[in-house]
Nanobody, 128 residues
Framework: QVQLVESGGGSVQAGGSLRLSCAAS????????MGWFRQAPGKEREGVAT???????RYTDSVKGRFTVSKDNAKNTLYLQMDSLKPEDTAMYYC??????????????????????WGQGTQVTVSS
């Protein structure tokens, strides 16, 4: 049984940092494209960061230079380091495992693919 369990969310003030973790079981993350998504109330799910099996990364424009995605294959865990947080980063954050879609900008994941595995999410709240 595949499980992705996120942790590390919380409430911080603008300018602060958080590190999200996604511990995987039942699958080996080195064999999957891995990504972080977020969804704010009333908004669509948005892809935040993607890391391919070989480590290629891609970020949505609004987080470039502030967020860093990484993975520890030995620990079978995905991370998202979030620095210089802004109130608009407030959302439920989800990790996903699935297939990479490639274009000239690098890898990305579909937020609607039926073949993705999803975690239950962790809430990030940034106050001004």
């Amino acid at each position: 049984q595949v499980q992705l369990v996120e942790s590390g969310g919380g409430s911080v003030q603008a300018g602060g940092s958080l590190r999200l973790s996604c511990a995987a079981s039942g699958l080996t993350i080195s064999r999957y494209c891995m990504g972080w998504f977020r969804q704010a109330p009333g908004k669509e799910r948005e892809g935040v960061a993607t890391v391919s099996r070989r480590g290629s990364q891609r970020y949505t424009d609004s987080v470039k230079g502030r967020f860093t995605v990484s993975k520890d294959n030995a620990k079978n865990t995905l991370y998202l380091q979030m620095d210089s947080l802004k109130p608009e980063d407030t959302a439920m954050y989800y990790c996903a495992a699935g297939d990479c879609l490639w274009d000239s900008l690098g890898p990305r994941m579909s937020g609607t693919s039926a073949s993705n595995y999803w975690g239950q999410g962790t809430q990030v709240t940034v106050s001004s």
